[in-house]
């Protein structure tokens, strides 16, 4: 069964920081190209950052350049988001989404799976 688990959403406050992580399951990790994308109420899902399969390559989104940073451990096929300098803008629903490709796109059309979401709200 493939399967993406995001973790590590929460509450924090502006200037804060946090750690998204996606635990893979049902696909082989280390071929696939994974990307982070969020959603904010009301709003189209939007490309935070991405990661080629050898980690050799990041993308990031205009946003989140300089702030985040993407990482993978294909040992344990797990993708990570480290985010900092949150901003309330920063709120929204993140999701981890996979590409059999060793591409980086920012379309969500060209991602599947995708996981279920974890929540990040950032107080001003």
């Known amino acids: 069964q493939v399967q993406l688990v995001e973790s590590g959403g929460g509450l924090v406050q502006a200037g804060g920081s946090l750690r998204l992580s996606c635990a893979a399951s049902?696909?082989?990790?280390?071929?696939?190209?994974m990307g982070w994308f969020r959603q904010a109420p009301g709003k189209e899902r939007d490309f935070v950052a991405g990661?080629?399969?050898?980690?050799?390559?990041?993308s990031y989104a205009d946003s989140a350049k300089g702030r985040f940073t993407i990482s993978r451990d294909n040992a344990k096929n797990t993708v990570y988001l480290q985010m900092g300098s949150l901003k309330p803008e920063d709120t929204a629903v993140y999701f981890c989404?996979?590409?059999?490709?060793?591409?980086?796109?920012?379309?969500?059309?060209?991602?599947?799976?995708w996981g279920q979401g974890t929540q990040v709200t950032v107080s001003s």
């Open positions: 990661i080629s399969w050898s980690a050799g390559i990041t």
């Open positions: 989404a996979a590409r059999f490709s060793r591409l980086i796109v920012t379309t969500t059309s060209d991602y599947n799976p």
């Open positions: 049902g696909i082989t990790f280390s071929r696939y190209t």
